[in-house]
Antibody, heavy 118, light 107 residues
Framework: EVQLVESGGGLVQPGGSLRLSCAASGFTFSSYEMNWVRQAPGKGLEWVSY????????YYADSVKGRFTISRDNAKNSLYLQMNSLRAEDTAVYYC???????????WGQGTLVTVSS | AIRMTQSPSSFSASTGDRVTITCRASQGISSYLAWYQQKPGKAPKLLIY???TLQSGVPSRFSGSGSGTDFTLTISCLQSEDFATYYC?????????FGQGTKVEIK
């Protein structure tokens, strides 16, 4: 069974940092591209970042470019999102999502809540 | 970035109704469109990809159509478990973008 489990969310002050993790199981993690998608409270979905299966290709939304860094460790079946210079508008539930083929997401984690507030 | 606009933003319907949600892209995206269903407090669930291909395990009452800029999601006979929010997503180019969502409520 495919499982994606996010962790690392919490309350952080504006300007602070947080590292999210996504533990994958039930499939060959190293063969799949992965993404982070977020959802602010009561709002819609926003794609955040993409990483290729090898980690060699990465994309970011303009809203997080230069502040967030996506990475993966295929030996540990894990995806990461390092978030720096956090702002109030980064408050959201962050989901990791498996890229089925070419950009649509067939499996999602349960999400982890990041709250940026003083 | 490609802007995705869904309509309506919300509506009420009854069990057994045929419902249609539309999604319009600000530029042509061929058939690089997916539809997701999301229930409160849950992660989104993939329903349809490539505009009209039903994801494995999704009931056949869901269908999608369209290409270019205009797309539709149709639920042929609304069931109680279908009351949820639906999102379209383009994956034609980065940044991937979602529609603002359509909430289907019980009449």
């Amino acid at each position: 069974e495919v499982q994606l489990v996010e962790s690392g969310g919490g309350l952080v002050q504006p300007g602070g940092s947080l590292r999210l993790s996504c533990a994958a199981s039930g499939f060959t993690f190293s063969s799949y591209e992965m993404n982070w998608v977020r959802q602010a409270p009561g709002k819609g979905l926003e794609w955040v970042s993409y990483i290729s299966s090898s980690g060699s290709t990465i994309y970011y939304a303009d809203s997080v470019k230069g502040r967030f860094t996506i990475s993966r460790d295929n030996a540990k079946n894990s995806l990461y999102l390092q978030m720096n210079s956090l702002r109030a508008e980064d408050t959201a539930v962050y989901y990791c999502a498996r890229d089925q083929v070419a950009g649509h997401f067939d499996y999602w984690g349960q999400g982890t809540l990041v709250t940026v507030s003083s | 970035a490609i802007r995705m606009t869904q309509s309506p933003s919300s509506f009420s319907a009854s069990t057994g109704d045929r419902v249609t949600i539309t999604c319009r892209a600000s530029q042509g995206i061929s058939s690089y469109l997916a539809w997701y269903q999301q229930k409160p407090g849950k992660a989104p669930k993939l329903l349809i990809y490539a505009a009209s291909t039903l994801q494995s395990g999704v009931p056949s009452r869901f269908s999608g159509s369209g290409s270019g800029t205009d797309f539709t999601l149709t639920i042929s006979c609304l069931q109680s478990e279908d009351f949820a929010t639906y999102y379209c997503q383009q994956y034609y180019s980065y940044p991937y973008t979602f529609g603002q969502g359509t909430k289907v409520e019980i009449k």
